[in-house]
């Protein structure tokens, strides 16, 4: 089957969801209203609160929540087949992962920019936003975990360097789109330059590096080589100086800049796809790799962040709630966003699905599912880089953009990942009255002992008994803690909904399946690792499926009750 037919049908649905359905719920069900002054003008402070043009803020966000999520989740999911991933994608997008965004996003606009836990605690209570706050501050760490791992391997230099298992050519690149960044948040926030003059000399200078980078592998610091373990380190110190810097500094321009790189991913990825017009090479359906896990639930925690992912309601109530200058934004920021992402998810999949130069060769990297997890990121860059060849650009510079693109979306989705986290600690203070915890250096610095903490984690091998990086494991509990996140947030914003008197079909039937597929994942999850004896990772699990049973439990108890309007509920003039 062509490439080319499934990208064109994926892109007109997904427009079409955005017109019609997008429009809907936003007009309808949330009832958006620019006539309410958004947080982002009330408590304005430069810092953290700042109005900002609905295309920058999308180029934030959109960053902020791509990461590899919908780069990995793909790459790992075509295991089973291109069909179910894709189906998933496009369905899951359009009436769960874009539903869930946007209803997260006007409740905290609607609530002075407060974060999704805060309003657990006005719709279900002090203990349940606590409950929350500690669930999100774990998942978060966990996703980050991830993310630091896969870019530290693809960073670091070694074997497979071809197959795109490691890229050290996308250092350079990297590091310099931070440079460039910072020289923007300086020249159009301070000396008030012109932005669209800015972004055509900093995408420009950016796209050079990418070139100068292939020339210029950095594999070493003088004598000293980094390591994957080294590169953990150097990104654990950039997490914690990029989080605490002003929003309008790097983390503002840098995601603005990124998405003018993915955009233009994703239009080599569509031009390489029209012009070599690829066939999957992937089968529609595969169940013969060796140790593949049931289709149900694991297909749907795989994709993650490709259909829904509940990392996004701590983005968009985190950072996109204090920075959107006007309601209406709220469809094309967050709803757009998702399907944007629905569509990045789409091309990651055709990149492994089509890109492989042979059906025997993709029956050789997805001959077994550990191989699938463990190479999923060099699978996604060997693949994506030469579909963009096909439109002309040199392979080695194709595959070097690529990696390129992933590692700039995994770095912005890191330092706002742990800005978050660090407003989760401080809430978590406030509520237990520790001032320490209240302290944004503090804060930080705990938010960045967890995410290396899950970086660095090994675990015992099932056979040899000797202790390995976690892998495509940390990957499949960071899927799962970050559905449930997605499932936990939709019931908090349906009982938003609920307390406001408004429909909440929209978002309580995603909520439901959400949460039965991800405590079913859970559950066999746990079952598997208590068979192999891991007591680590059946520790994790534990925690996750605790905590997630918990918060259902308090909710079930408040829905049983009369529940009047929250006055912190209200919409600043009143319904």
């Not at 938003?496 to 079909?505: D, S």
């Amino acid at each position: 089957m062509s490439a080319v037919g499934i990208v064109l049908a994926v892109a007109v649905i997904l427009w079409i969801a955005y017109r019609w359905y997008g429009t809907f719920l936003v007009k309808q069900v949330f009832q958006v209203d620019d006539s309410q002054p958004t947080p982002a003008h009330t408590q304005r402070d430069d810092v953290d609160y700042m109005p900002t043009a609905a295309p920058v803020l999308f180029g934030h966000h959109f960053a902020s929540i791509a990461g590899l999520g919908p780069l990995l989740g793909p790459a790992i999911a075509v295991v089973w087949g291109w069909l179910p991933a894709l189906l998933w994608i496009v369905v899951g997008s359009i009436f769960i992962g874009a539903v869930h965004d946007t209803g997260c996003l006007v409740a905290s606009v609607r609530n002075r920019a407060r974060s999704i836990a805060d309003v657990t605690a006005d719709v279900m209570g002090h203990r349940a936003r606590t409950l929350f706050l500690l669930f999100a501050i774990f998942a978060l760490s966990l996703a980050m975990g991830v993310f630091v791992v896969n870019i530290s391997a693809l960073f670091a230099p070694g074997a497979g360097a071809a197959e795109g298992g490691h890229v050290p050519q996308a250092v350079l690149p990297s590091v310099m789109l931070i440079v460039v960044a910072v020289t923007v948040g300086v020249l159009h926030y301070r000396l008030r330059l012109p932005l669209a003059f800015l972004t055509v000399v900093a995408v420009s200078v950016s796209l050079f590096f990418v070139w100068q980078g292939v020339r210029t592998p950095i594999t070493a610091v003088g004598s000293l080589s980094l390591t994957p373990e080294r590169w953990t380190y150097a990104l654990m110190v950039y997490a914690f100086t990029a989080s605490i810097l002003p929003v309008w500094l790097l983390l503002q321009p840098r995601d603005y800049l990124n998405s003018f790189q993915l955009y233009l991913g994703m239009a080599l990825l569509f031009i390489g796809a029209l012009v070599g017009n690829p066939r999957l090479v992937a089968p529609a359906v595969n169940t013969s790799a060796s140790g593949l896990q049931p289709l149900f639930p694991m297909l749907f925690i795989t994709v993650a962040c490709g259909a829904v992912s509940g990392f996004h309601a701590l983005v968009a109530s985190g950072t996109t709630s204090k920075q959107i200058a006007r309601e209406s934004h709220v469809q094309p920021v967050a709803y757009g966003g998702m399907l944007t992402e629905g569509m990045l998810a789409t091309l990651a999949l055709i990149g492994v699905a089509a890109g492989m130069g042979s059906a025997g060769e993709w029956a050789t990297r997805y001959a077994d599912w550990k191989s699938a997890g463990t190479h999923a990121l060099a699978n996604f860059v060997h693949g994506a880089g030469a579909i963009v060849a096909m439109s002309g650009v040199p392979h080695e510079l194709a595959k070097v953009f690529v990696a390129t693109v992933a590692v700039g979306f995994a770095l912005t989705t890191l330092d706002s990942g742990t800005r978050l986290i660090r407003y989760n600690i401080q809430e978590l203070g406030s509520a237990w009255r520790l001032s320490v915890l209240q302290r944004p250096l503090v804060a930080t610095a705990i938010a960045v002992g967890f995410i290396g903490g899950f970086a660095l984690m090994r675990s015992p091998d099932p056979v040899t008994g000797q202790l390995k990086p976690l892998g495509s494991i940390l990957w499949q509990l960071f899927g799962t803690s970050n559905q449930l996140l997605a499932g936990l947030s939709l019931l908090v914003v349906s009982l938003y909904l609920r307390a406001l008197g408004r429909a909440t079909v929209y978002t309580a039937v995603p909520m439901v399946f959400m949460l039965a597929v991800t405590v079913t994942a859970l559950v066999w999850s746990i079952s598997s690792f208590w068979n192999q004896g891991n007591w680590l990772l059946l520790g994790i699990a534990g925690v996750i499926l605790l905590l997630a049973l918990w918060l259902v439990k308090e909710a079930v108890a408040v829905s049983r009750q009369y529940q009047p309007v929250p006055e912190a509920l209200q919409p600043a003039g009143g319904e």
